[in-house]
Each structure stands twice: as structure tokens, then as C-alpha cells.
């Protein structure tokens, strides 16, 4: 049984959810989406190259997670330097801001927020770079954020599996040590085409 769509926040009614007999409703990530939530929820995502920031308030129990990547350029080792609002860090910056904004607007405090993050995976033949841009981006974003890191885990050749529950903050995480098919890694070759050729619109401001 999925989340009713009434019973979401507003947003999030695109979301895939469904009823897991183990972990109650559960929300399902692709790559360029996120989710907040104030009830007891999980989300859930595969993640191979791409990056998963876990936000929550760990007062109030609001939170949620989003999946990236960022539009380097095949072959290039730095499409990100560090510091430098470009075309490369506007989409992380996205991706954050957007999560981040959504859980303080719902009541969450900025000096309540921590965050555990995961992927940057080197899975895909021909991008071997792009998971360890996204893992230094998001390190590197939360460190200018000033937001504590609570858990991480970066980099690696295999993909990850990821359960989060933000109303407590636990983490089922699960390191899939070989892809039963390339679902995954054609999901993620096709989300990187698209990023790369559609530009980021619109600001975002941080509470």
C-alpha cells in the first residue's frame, strides 16, 4: 500500500511509495529526486555513483534525503573546484538547498540539523571520477554549511543501498557487492545525459 498522496507534503506527491512489511511506508528515490517528511517514514534509494545527503532536525523528528549527481563533463577528473557557484555547483547547490529549505519550512532549525551522507561510488566505466566529485561536493558543502556530518560512507567500487528513517535518524545501509543487471547503472548513464543538457533554473534561498 503506497503513502496516500493526501497524507504527503505538498510536493511530494510524484514520489514512488509503497507499504514495506518490514519498514512501514516507504518512500522511493530516483536520481534527481528527494523527499521530507514529518512522520514516521522510511526512504529508500540505490545509489552507485550518485550522492545521498540524510537531513533531519533531531529535535522535532523532520527530515529527509535527496539523490544527485553532478554534470561533469566525461573524462574530466575536477568539474568542481570548491567555492565556485558554476554551472557544476548550482546543481549540488540545488539538490541541497532544496532539501534543506523544505525541512526548515516544515519546522525543522538550522541548529538542530544533521546529516549523514553516502555514494560517490566508482561504478560506471568511462565516468570513474564522477562519484568522487560527488562525494568531495557534498563534504565540502556541508563543511562551508557549517552542518555536522554524523555518519558517512564515501567512495568505493560497489553500489549502496540505503533505508533512512529521519524521524529517528537511523541508517540500514547495504553494500551490493555486484549488480544482478545494469538497471542501476543505465538509470544513472541516462540521468547523467539529461543533467548535462538541461541548465538549472531559479534560486533557492536558505532559511
Same mark, same amino acid.
Given at each position: 500500500?503506497?503513502?496516500?498522496?493526501?497524507?504527503?507534503?505538498?510536493?511530494?506527491?510524484?514520489?514512488?511509495?509503497?507499504?514495506?512489511?518490514?519498514?512501514?511506508?516507504?518512500?522511493?528515490?530516483?536520481?534527481?529526486?528527494?523527499?521530507?517528511?514529518?512522520?514516521?517514514?522510511?526512504?529508500?534509494?540505490?545509489?552507485?555513483?550518485?550522492?545521498?545527503?540524510?537531513?533531519?532536525?533531531?529535535? +522535532?523528528? &523532520?527530515?529527509?534525503? =535527496?539523490?544527485?549527481? @553532478? #554534470? $561533469?563533463?566525461?573524462?574530466?577528473?575536477? %568539474?568542481?573546484?570548491?567555492?565556485?557557484?558554476?554551472?557544476?555547483?548550482?546543481?549540488?547547490?540545488?539538490?541541497?538547498?532544496?532539501?534543506?529549505?523544505?525541512?526548515?519550512?516544515?519546522?525543522?532549525?538550522?541548529?538542530?540539523?544533521?546529516?549523514?551522507?553516502?555514494?560517490?561510488?566508482?561504478?560506471?566505466?568511462?565516468?570513474?571520477?564522477?562519484?568522487?566529485?560527488?562525494?568531495? +561536493?557534498? &563534504?565540502?558543502?556541508? =563543511?562551508?554549511?557549517? @552542518? #555536522? $556530518?554524523?555518519?558517512?560512507?564515501?567512495? %568505493?567500487?560497489?553500489?549502496?543501498?540505503?533505508?533512512?528513517?529521519?524521524?529517528?535518524?537511523?541508517?540500514?545501509?547495504?553494500?551490493?557487492?555486484?549488480?544482478?543487471?545494469?538497471?542501476?547503472?543505465?538509470?544513472?548513464?541516462?540521468?547523467?545525459?539529461?543533467?548535462?543538457?538541461?541548465?538549472?533554473?531559479?534560486?533557492?534561498?536558505?532559511?
Amino acid at each position: 500500500m503506497a503513502i496516500p498522496v493526501e497524507s504527503r507534503l505538498p510536493g511530494f506527491e510524484h514520489i514512488n511509495t509503497y507499504y514495506d512489511k518490514e519498514h512501514g511506508a516507504t518512500a522511493k528515490l530516483l536520481p534527481g529526486e528527494y523527499y521530507v517528511t514529518t512522520k514516521p517514514e522510511a526512504v529508500v534509494t540505490v545509489l552507485g555513483s550518485c550522492v545521498s545527503a540524510c537531513v533531519r532536525d533531531r529535535v +522535532f523528528g &523532520i527530515g529527509g534525503m =535527496n539523490h544527485f549527481m @553532478l #554534470p $561533469i563533463q566525461e573524462g574530466e577528473r575536477s %568539474g568542481w573546484t570548491g567555492g565556485v557557484v558554476d554551472q557544476v555547483t548550482r546543481f549540488g547547490n540545488h539538490a541541497m538547498e532544496h532539501l534543506i529549505n523544505d525541512i526548515l519550512s516544515q519546522g525543522g532549525m538550522r541548529k538542530n540539523l544533521e546529516v549523514k551522507v553516502f555514494g560517490g561510488g566508482r561504478i560506471i566505466q568511462g565516468l570513474s571520477d564522477i562519484g568522487a566529485c560527488n562525494a568531495k +561536493f557534498v &563534504i565540502d558543502y556541508l =563543511n562551508e554549511e557549517g @552542518l #555536522p $556530518i554524523v555518519s558517512q560512507d564515501l567512495n %568505493g567500487n560497489y553500489p549502496r543501498k540505503i533505508y533512512y528513517f529521519p524521524k529517528t535518524g537511523r541508517v540500514l545501509m547495504k553494500k551490493l557487492a555486484s549488480l544482478h543487471n545494469d538497471t542501476l547503472i543505465e538509470r544513472e548513464k541516462t540521468y547523467f545525459s539529461s543533467i548535462k543538457e538541461a541548465p538549472v533554473t531559479g534560486e533557492v534561498d536558505l532559511f
